[in-house]
């Protein structure tokens, strides 16, 4: 997390999405006071033995949403502030790290209306009444005409519907809506969490994470056993994953020296509870913390205690072996003061574009090209397979500047030859003026080609985009292309006003 | 006296009166020539100048469009003659023609209908018979406009036409003082010529001055693209620092963009809102298939999710240089010259600059491509705060300055956000750090690499604050780059 923006009473956070356990205010209270070490906390675990309920899962879910994990909290001293609290949380996550609830979703359920053992399976259908709501509905409605069924109906792709149900029946249609039977209001005194997806490993850990937010909130905890086919386990796992790590490999790492006590009393800083064990440092990771997956991880923490700010930038010692520009940029720069030369300016467009500038307002067929898929933008569809257009356009926006006008550009083009993509340079040029005319054009590509020192030769050609008889190819060994009179229509298609001669080059990269 | 004045004024004593083609005639000058000789004599008082007036029309889009064709009250009252009318169907041209027929009660509406006043007859819109007329002799304009005044008035009102008039010179007249003005050819050089400087006459003669504050005609130069030039300059920063220039494509399947990135195929950043998958082609294959193994490997254990090679075939364009970076990354794998070379003591320093996309809506602010520079040092024993020194020097080298925080980009640990001052603020400019130790160790576990992939366009608009949106760099209208500072 960083500070985005300070005024006089607030500050605004930025929190990175790997750190969902800092989306709620208990648990960034919780990372603030380590950070301060005020009232530091370290060790989350749950004191009671007790299993609270048993979930019994089904193969039927198998295919559908396959996990769950769950677990009670006793104790609660809920008031409305506090209530509203932890729903909005648990929305927040569902929709944010749960990826709208697809990948993991939680549901709340006043324990004390719970009645019996608990199953987690498939069905085809059923009826309850959904939460908020007075009329008992069948499934397949609560899908197609509830709010809720409307808005997560991307988490459910085949014909059977994960439910939790109890002795009495459904209790979530999951992920859409808990029934209203088990709805948590502020008297509740005891609830039940159930978290699914389709994640083991995510769905186990979220447990543990929203176990620790309730046992800051001053909560008890219970387990539930969670009963699979052919094995059973309890959640909250609240593991502490354990990773060793040389107090040199931090230094290194960073390059700080930050002395052996000091990494310890950052590991804290950040929440970890650390020790020395045979010259190594010991760091538990506390259960709440889902993004740590080995020592690399732990490192950046131990660095972000540290402070970005007091690293020293180091220089590398090496030996010095030089930089180099690709040929590319090499020979581009060359090309480049050529045309600066002759009088063209540059200009820098975008790769994208659309059908209509590419082709149809050059005169010519729609050819094979690179088709983009969905577009925010309507004038987005495809990326160019030449620069004329571009540039055709520049002219256009610049018709009312003083003549003569030249313009160049060198960049990419995008072809597809057979089956592959092509994505290759070209040059060209466009000169527009009151008098101007195919020998001028000529004269200048021409020039271009004898300043490169390529013999070429010039040859009849016919295309739409230019007047009959005005235009020709180019061919050489290394650059081909083609040049002329522009038609009038195409002149007039890019709203510019006076005769303009063009001509393109494909490069050899 | 210039010669060009004195023969002028020679001109005028014997002739009075003299129009500037005349003068061209008789004296051989340019018409510029002309045009500059007699203001100067008539700053003197040796000629006075008549000047007349002509008038020229022009004809808006639409007015061009309804020359061209007809007006929308003829082309409507033709249709009337034809049909019956219901006023609510009327198309939006159709419904202007009424507006004007009705004023001139041409129609009455009854029940809905359009109907024609009995005493209507189609040649009475005067208007458009006018519009033809001008539009095919504009040259006419002074004799139309006198027979047919209302409606010439009426095309103004409608803007369908506007007149300018133009000044000209008729004619050039000597003055009292101009007659008795004695002419004395002086050897005042006026324009260099080729004869005088062969010749010895400059030995003598005085040259005339210029007027130094005359404004002149500002001359049109060839530039280069503020934006590309930038580049070339972060560019030659990046050499300076002995960096190597990589490049590599813009069409890639999302392995090389996100799964070879340690990005998990469920990652919001992948999804079609904001990045721009492709119709055609719709895939590419993955060509080295054990490098595509123990990417699967890396992202089923760390992620905890199934990976599919489907998803990793989807061509995208890349929506960040460090694709370039990825792969000459992993295909040090099969250089082991390289390698070598690294594991001793000189790390490889590369870098790419080029363009990358996001699926946006387009507004001033935001553009679906723009440019990003990319840097990685492969190495052993690299550090965060090698990392820091690079950064911060490149960056004093193009004259900018940055901070670096702590950030979150699921291929770097330590991740570093690197922060630019703008106008006393600090914006974000890109992410940096080191490449997790799960996409190294596929090449090998000896080496780590330091990465960053920065913003470009915003760094120029640090630099260059007459820059105000990113939207004018992809523009390329050619009077804003010929206007551009350079410095």
């Given at each position: 997390?960083?500070?985005e923006?300070l005024?006089?009473e607030e500050?605004d956070?930025?929190?990175t999405?790997?750190?969902?356990d800092l989306?709620?205010i208990?648990?960034?209270?919780?990372?603030?006071?380590?950070?301060m070490?005020f009232h530091e906390?370290l060790v989350y675990?749950?004191?009671?033995?007790e299993?609270a309920?048993?979930?019994?899962?089904d193969?039927?879910?198998?295919?559908?949403r396959?996990?769950?994990?769950?677990f009670v909290?006793r104790?609660?001293?809920?008031?409305?502030?506090?209530?509203?609290?932890i729903?909005?949380f648990?929305e927040?996550f569902s929709e944010t790290?749960g990826?709208k609830?697809?990948?993991?979703?939680m549901?709340?359920?006043d324990?004390s209306?719970?009645?019996?053992?608990?199953?987690?399976e498939?069905v085809?259908?059923g009826r309850?009444v959904?939460l908020?709501s007075?009329?008992?509905m069948?499934?397949?409605?609560?899908m197609?005409s509830?709010?809720?069924?409307?808005?997560?109906k991307h988490?459910?792709?085949g014909?059977l519907y994960?439910?939790l149900q109890?002795q009495?029946?459904?209790?979530?249609l999951i992920p859409i809506?808990?029934s209203?039977r088990?709805?948590?209001?502020k008297?509740t005194?005891?609830?039940?969490v159930?978290?699914?997806?389709?994640?083991?490993?995510i769905?186990?850990k979220?447990a543990?994470?929203?176990?620790c937010?309730f046992i800051?909130l001053?909560a008890k905890?219970?387990?539930?056993?969670i009963?699979?086919d052919k094995k059973?386990i309890?959640?909250?796992?609240?593991?502490?994953?354990?990773i060793e790590?040389?107090p040199?490999r931090?230094e290194?790492h960073?390059?700080?020296a930050i002395g052996?006590?000091?990494?310890?009393s950052?590991a804290?800083?950040?929440?970890?509870k650390?020790?020395?064990?045979?010259?190594?440092?010991r760091v538990?990771?506390?259960?709440?913390r889902?993004d740590?997956?080995?020592?690399?991880?732990?490192?950046?923490?131990?660095a972000?205690?540290y402070?970005?700010g007091?690293?020293?930038?180091?220089?590398?010692?090496s030996?010095?072996s030089g930089?180099s520009?690709d040929?590319?940029?090499?020979?581009n720069?060359?090309i480049?003061?050529?045309?600066?030369g002759l009088?063209f300016s540059?200009?820098?467009?975008n790769?994208?574009t659309?059908?209509?500038?590419?082709?149809?307002m050059?005169?010519?067929k729609e050819?094979?090209h690179?088709?983009?898929k969905e577009s925010k933008t309507?004038?987005?569809?495809?990326?160019?397979?030449w620069l004329l257009?571009?540039?055709l356009?520049n002219?256009?926006?610049?018709a009312h500047?003083?003549m003569?006008q030249k313009i160049?550009?060198?960049d990419?083009?995008?072809?597809?030859?057979?089956e592959?993509v092509?994505?290759?340079?070209?040059?060209?040029?466009?000169y527009?003026?009151p008098?101007?005319n195919f020998n001028e054009?000529?004269?200048?590509?021409?020039s271009i080609?004898?300043?490169?020192?390529i013999?070429?030769?010039?040859k009849?050609?016919k295309m739409?985009?230019f007047?009959?008889g005005?235009?020709a190819?180019i061919?050489?060994?290394l650059l081909?292309?083609?040049?002329g009179e522009?038609?009038?229509?195409v002149?007039?298609n890019f709203?510019?006003?006076e005769p303009?001669?063009?001509f393109?080059l494909s490069l050899p990269? | 006296?210039?010669?060009?004045?004195a023969?002028i004024l020679?001109?005028l004593q014997k002739?009075?009166?003299?129009?500037?083609?005349k003068?061209?005639?008789?004296?051989?000058?340019?018409?510029d020539a002309?045009?500059?000789?007699i203001s100067?004599?008539?700053?003197?008082?040796?000629?006075s100048?008549?000047?007349?007036?002509s008038e020229s029309?022009y004809f808006s889009?639409?007015?061009?469009?309804?020359a061209?064709?007809?007006?929308?009250?003829?082309e409507l009252?033709e249709?009337i003659s034809?049909?019956?009318?219901?006023v609510s169907?009327?198309s939006p041209?159709?419904?202007?023609?009424?507006q004007?027929?009705?004023?001139k009660?041409?129609?009455d509406?009854?029940e809905?209908?359009?109907?024609?006043?009995?005493?209507t007859k189609?040649?009475?819109?005067?208007e458009g018979?006018?519009l033809?007329l001008?539009f095919?002799?504009?040259?006419?304009?002074s004799?139309?406009r006198?027979n047919?005044?209302?409606?010439?008035?009426?095309l103004?009102?409608r803007?369908?036409?506007?007149i300018?008039?133009?000044?000209?010179i008729e004619?050039?007249?000597?003055?009292?003082?101009?007659e008795?003005e004695?002419?004395e050819?002086s050897?005042?050089?006026?324009?260099?010529s080729?004869e005088i400087i062969e010749?010895?006459?400059w030995k003598?003669a005085?040259?005339?001055k210029?007027?130094?504050?005359?404004?002149v005609?500002?001359a049109?130069?060839?530039?280069?693209h503020?934006?590309?030039?930038?580049?070339d300059?972060?560019k030659n920063?990046?050499?300076s620092m002995?960096?190597?220039?990589?490049?590599?494509?813009?069409?890639?399947?999302s392995?090389?963009?996100?799964d070879s990135?340690?990005?998990?195929?469920?990652?919001?950043?992948?999804?079609?809102?904001?990045t721009?998958?492709?119709?055609?082609p719709?895939k590419?294959n993955l060509?080295d298939?054990?490098?595509?193994?123990?990417?699967k490997?890396?992202?089923?254990?760390a992620w905890?999710i199934?990976?599919?090679?489907e998803?990793?075939?989807?061509a995208?364009?890349r929506t960040h240089?460090t694709s370039?970076?990825?792969?000459?990354?992993?295909?040090?794998?099969?250089n082991?010259?390289?390698?070598?070379?690294i594991?001793?003591?000189t790390?490889?320093?590369?870098?790419?600059?080029?363009?990358v996309?996001?699926n946006e809506?387009?507004d001033?602010?935001?553009?679906?491509?723009f440019?990003q520079?990319?840097?990685?040092?492969?190495?052993?024993g690299?550090?965060?705060?090698?990392?820091?020194y690079i950064?911060?020097?490149?960056?004093q080298?193009?004259?900018?300055e940055?901070?670096f925080?702590?950030s979150?980009f699921?291929?770097?640990?330590?991740?570093v956000?690197?922060?630019?001052?703008?106008n006393g603020?600090?914006?974000?400019?890109?992410?940096?750090?080191?490449?997790?130790k799960e996409?190294?160790?596929?090449?090998s576990?000896?080496i780590n690499v330091?990465?960053?992939g920065?913003g470009?366009?915003r760094?120029?608009?640090?630099?260059d604050?007459s820059i105000?949106?990113?939207t004018e760099?992809?523009?390329s209208?050619l009077g804003?780059i010929r206007?551009k500072?350079?410095l």
């Amino acid at each position: 997390m960083s500070v985005e923006g300070l005024r006089k009473e607030e500050i605004d956070i930025d929190v990175t999405p790997n750190r969902p356990d800092l989306l709620d205010i208990v648990g960034f209270a919780r990372a603030l006071r380590n950070y301060m070490h005020f009232h530091e906390k370290l060790v989350y675990k749950i004191d009671s033995n007790e299993i609270a309920a048993t979930i019994t899962v089904d193969k039927s879910v198998e295919n559908v949403r396959p996990y769950i994990s769950s677990f009670v909290v006793r104790e609660l001293n809920l008031d409305d502030k506090k209530l509203k609290y932890i729903i909005n949380f648990t929305e927040k996550f569902s929709e944010t790290f749960g990826r709208k609830r697809g990948k993991l979703a939680m549901g709340l359920h006043d324990f004390s209306k719970v009645k019996g053992n608990l199953k987690y399976e498939a069905v085809p259908g059923g009826r309850f009444v959904p939460l908020n709501s007075s009329k008992e509905m069948e499934i397949e409605e609560i899908m197609s005409s509830h709010k809720k069924g409307g808005l997560y109906k991307h988490t459910i792709s085949g014909s059977l519907y994960p439910v939790l149900q109890d002795q009495i029946g459904i209790m979530s249609l999951i992920p859409i809506i808990n029934s209203d039977r088990t709805k948590v209001t502020k008297d509740t005194k005891e609830m039940l969490v159930d978290i699914t997806g389709t994640s083991k490993y995510i769905v186990e850990k979220a447990a543990d994470l929203f176990a620790c937010m309730f046992i800051d909130l001053g909560a008890k905890v219970e387990k539930v056993n969670i009963k699979y086919d052919k094995k059973s386990i309890s959640t909250p796992k609240m593991e502490q994953k354990i990773i060793e790590i040389k107090p040199g490999r931090i230094e290194d790492h960073i390059g700080a020296a930050i002395g052996f006590n000091n990494i310890l009393s950052l590991a804290t800083k950040m929440g970890y509870k650390g020790v020395f064990v045979n010259n190594k440092i010991r760091v538990f990771v506390p259960p709440y913390r889902l993004d740590v997956i080995n020592e690399q991880d732990v490192i950046e923490d131990i660095a972000i205690g540290y402070g970005y700010g007091y690293i020293h930038p180091l220089p590398i010692f090496s030996e010095i072996s030089g930089g180099s520009l690709d040929y590319k940029t090499n020979m581009n720069r060359k090309i480049i003061e050529l045309m600066l030369g002759l009088g063209f300016s540059e200009a820098n467009n975008n790769y994208l574009t659309n059908e209509k500038i590419n082709f149809q307002m050059m005169r010519i067929k729609e050819g094979p090209h690179v088709e983009i898929k969905e577009s925010k933008t309507e004038s987005i569809t495809m990326l160019r397979t030449w620069l004329l257009p571009s540039l055709l356009s520049n002219l256009g926006s610049s018709a009312h500047e003083r003549m003569p006008q030249k313009i160049f550009e060198l960049d990419m083009v995008f072809n597809i030859k057979g089956e592959e993509v092509e994505e290759s340079h070209h040059l060209a040029g466009v000169y527009a003026a009151p008098r101007v005319n195919f020998n001028e054009i000529k004269s200048i590509i021409e020039s271009i080609f004898d300043s490169l020192g390529i013999s070429y030769e010039i040859k009849e050609e016919k295309m739409e985009s230019f007047i009959e008889g005005r235009c020709a190819k180019i061919e050489s060994k290394l650059l081909n292309g083609f040049f002329g009179e522009l038609h009038p229509e195409v002149i007039r298609n890019f709203g510019i006003i006076e005769p303009t001669v063009a001509f393109e080059l494909s490069l050899p990269y | 006296m210039h010669k060009y004045l004195a023969s002028i004024l020679k001109l005028l004593q014997k002739e009075k009166k003299a129009s500037i083609e005349k003068i061209v005639e008789e004296t051989g000058l340019s018409k510029d020539a002309v045009i500059w000789a007699i203001s100067e004599l008539e700053s003197k008082g040796l000629v006075s100048i008549k000047k007349g007036s002509s008038e020229s029309i022009y004809f808006s889009e639409e007015g061009k469009s309804y020359a061209e064709g007809k007006l929308p009250e003829e082309e409507l009252l033709e249709r009337i003659s034809k049909e019956n009318v219901k006023v609510s169907e009327l198309s939006p041209k159709e419904r202007i023609g009424l507006q004007w027929l009705k004023a001139k009660g041409l129609v009455d509406i009854k029940e809905g209908f359009l109907i024609k006043k009995e005493n209507t007859k189609d040649a009475e819109i005067e208007e458009g018979k006018v519009l033809r007329l001008l539009f095919s002799k504009p040259e006419d304009i002074s004799i139309i406009r006198s027979n047919y005044k209302d409606a010439f008035e009426n095309l103004l009102k409608r803007k369908l036409i506007s007149i300018k008039s133009k000044e000209y010179i008729e004619s050039v007249e000597i003055t009292k003082s101009g007659e008795s003005e004695k002419i004395e050819d002086s050897e005042e050089i006026g324009e260099l010529s080729k004869e005088i400087i062969e010749s010895s006459i400059w030995k003598k003669a005085s040259f005339k001055k210029y007027d130094i504050k005359i404004p002149v005609a500002a001359a049109i130069g060839a530039k280069r693209h503020p934006l590309r030039s930038f580049i070339d300059e972060i560019k030659n920063a990046y050499l300076s620092m002995g960096f190597k220039e990589i490049s590599g494509p813009i069409i890639e399947p999302s392995f090389w963009v996100f799964d070879s990135l340690f990005v998990p195929q469920d990652h919001p950043a992948r999804e079609m809102q904001d990045t721009f998958y492709l119709k055609n082609p719709g895939k590419i294959n993955l060509k080295d298939k054990k490098i595509v193994g123990k990417v699967k490997a890396m992202h089923e254990k760390a992620w905890h999710i199934n990976w599919y090679e489907e998803i990793a075939e989807q061509a995208v364009l890349r929506t960040h240089t460090t694709s370039v970076s990825a792969r000459f990354i992993y295909a040090l794998k099969n250089n082991l010259k390289e390698m070598n070379k690294i594991s001793g003591v000189t790390p490889l320093m590369l870098f790419s600059i080029g363009r990358v996309f996001r699926n946006e809506s387009i507004d001033y602010k935001h553009l679906a491509e723009f440019y990003q520079t990319d840097g990685i040092i492969i190495g052993t024993g690299l550090t965060l705060s090698n990392l820091f020194y690079i950064l911060k020097k490149i960056y004093q080298k193009i004259g900018i300055e940055i901070r670096f925080k702590p950030s979150y980009f699921p291929f770097v640990e330590p991740g570093v956000e690197v922060d630019i001052l703008h106008n006393g603020e600090w914006f974000e400019l890109g992410g940096a750090g080191m490449i997790r130790k799960e996409i190294t160790d596929i090449v090998s576990k000896k080496i780590n690499v330091l990465a960053w992939g920065l913003g470009v366009e915003r760094a120029l608009m640090v630099k260059d604050p007459s820059i105000k949106s990113i939207t004018e760099l992809f523009n390329s209208n050619l009077g804003w780059i010929r206007n551009k500072v350079i410095l």
